[in-house]
C-alpha cells in the first residue's frame, strides 16, 4: 500500500481528529502500545511492531481475535519501537505515512522521533497528525489548504532557511533566511483557503493548525 498509518504511543497525544485527514484505506501500523490510540478510534491495526512492554494483555487478545499481525523484537534493542514501525510501512511499500500518537512525556523519544522523521522526508512524504494541527517537512514548497484564519508556523531543522517566501499569508515573507532557532515563523495566518510556501535551501517544519470554522 501506497500509505500508511503508524499509531506512536504518546501519552499525550489527541488522535481524535485523525480521520480527518484519512480518505483512502491504509495500512495500519501501531508501535506497541500505540494500539490504544488506534482501539480509541476503532481502527483495528493491520500489524504491531516492537517489543510490546507497553500494550495491555486486553488489547492484545481483542486484536489476535481480528488477525492483527505481531511483529516481535527484543527489549534491549538499536532502536525504538516507533523506528522500527516506520521502517517497516518503509519496506513493504509506503510512499506517504501519516503519524499519530507522537506527543508524549518522554521528551527524548519526541525529539528523536520528529529528527528521524524529519531526515525521512527527503524520500518519503510524511506527515504528522495531532489533533488539529498537520506537521509536514518541506525541502522546496509546500501548498496548504485550509480556511482563511488557520496558523501556519515556519521552523527550521537542522540549520538555518533561505530563500523563504510565501504567498497567501498575513505575514509575508519574500525571499527571506530565517535562522535555525528562530522564533520569526511562528503563529503566521492565511488571508484565504490556500497558503504557499517556498525556500531555496535548508529543512523546514511547517505546522498547519486547523481553527474551528
Known amino acids: 500500500m501506497e500509505t500508511a498509518v503508524i499509531f506512536f504511543h504518546g501519552n499525550l497525544s489527541d488522535t481524535s481528529d485523525l480521520k480527518y485527514y484519512i480518505s483512502t484505506k491504509p495500512l495500519i501500523i501501531c ?27 486486553h488489547d492484545r487478545e481483542i486484536l489476535k481475535k481480528r488477525d492483527t499481525k505481531f511483529i516481535s523484537y527484543p527489549k534491549e534493542k538499536d532502536y525504538t519501537d516507533a523506528e522500527l514501525a516506520v521502517q517497516y510501512a518503509i519496506n513493504h511499500g509506503a510512499k506517504k505515512i501519516i503519524i499519530a500518537g507522537l506527543l508524549g512525556d518522554r521528551i527524548d523519544h519526541m525529539l528523536a522521533n ?29 501548498e496548504i489548504k485550509g480556511h482563511k ?26 525571499n527571506a533566511t530565517v535562522p535555525f532557532g528562530s522564533t520569526r515563523g511562528i503563529s503566521n495566518v492565511m488571508v484565504s483557503s490556500k497558503a504557499k510556501v517556498m525556500l531555496k535551501q535548508g529543512l523546514l517544519m511547517v505546522i498547519y493548525r486547523r481553527l474551528k470554522h
Open 31 to 57: 508501535a506497541d502500545g500505540g494500539t490504544v490510540h488506534a482501539l480509541n478510534l476503532d481502527i483495528i491495526p493491520d500489524v504491531v511492531v516492537g517489543d510490546f512492554d507497553s500494550i495491555s494483555d
Open 114 to 142: 520528529i529528527f528521524f522523521l524529519a531526515s525521512l522526508s527527503q524520500r518519503i512524504d510524511i506527515c504528522i497528525i495531532e489533533k488539529d494541527q498537520e506537521i509536514r517537512f518541506v525541502k522546496k514548497s509546500i
Open 149 to 174: 484564519g488557520d496558523e501556519v508556523s515556519l521552523i527550521p531543522i537542522q540549520t538555518d532557511c533561505t530563500g523563504i517566501s510565501t504567498d497567501g499569508l498575513y505575514y509575508s515573507l519574500i
